[in-house]
C-alpha cells in the first residue's frame, strides 16, 4: 500500500510559478510509475503528467506541455511538478497518483492509489 500526501499548491498570479510535491510512504515507491492530474469544479479529472519509476521517462498533457516538468526523487520518495507560466484555466485540485503497471498511461484506470489533492488558485 502506497499513501501519498500532495503539498506545494496555493494562490498565484497569471505568469507565476508553482512547485507541488508528493510524499509518499512505503519502501516500494520507486517501482511506481507516477502521475499528476487536476479536476477544475463542475469538471472530470484529467491528466496532466507522468513519469516512469526510474524517472526516466516522462508524457505531458498537450495543455501544459512546455510549462509544466514532473521529475521525482526516489531516495526521498517524493514526485514534483514544476508549474510555470500558470494561466488561470490551470485552476484545479492537483491530486498525484501511483500506478502498479510500469507504461506510462493517461488513463486514471490505472491508477491505484490517491493523495488528497492540493488547490491551486490562478489569478487573472
Known amino acids: 500500500q502506497v499513501q501519498l500526501v500532495e503539498s506545494g499548491g496555493g494562490l498565484v498570479q497569471a505568469g507565476g510559478s508553482l512547485r507541488l510535491s508528493c510524499a509518499a510512504s512505503?519502501?516500494?515507491?520507486?517501482?511506481?510509475?507516477m502521475g499528476w492530474f487536476r479536476q477544475a469544479p463542475g469538471k472530470e479529472r484529467e491528466f496532466v503528467a507522468a513519469?516512469?519509476?526510474?524517472?526516466?521517462?516522462?508524457l505531458h498533457a498537450d495543455s501544459v506541455k512546455g510549462r509544466f516538468t514532473i521529475s521525482r526523487d526516489n531516495a526521498q520518495n517524493t514526485v514534483y511538478l514544476q508549474m510555470n507560466t500558470l494561466k488561470p484555466e490551470d485552476t484545479a485540485v492537483y491530486y498525484c497518483?501511483?500506478?502498479?503497471?510500469?507504461?506510462?498511461?493517461?488513463?486514471?484506470?490505472?491508477?491505484?492509489?490517491w493523495g488528497q489533492g492540493t488547490q491551486v488558485t490562478v489569478s487573472s
Open positions: 497518483a501511483a500506478s502498479r503497471p510500469t507504461v506510462l498511461t493517461a488513463s486514471t484506470f490505472y491508477y491505484d492509489y
Open positions: 512505503g519502501r516500494t515507491f520507486s517501482s511506481y510509475t
Open positions: 513519469i516512469s519509476s526510474s524517472g526516466g521517462n516522462t
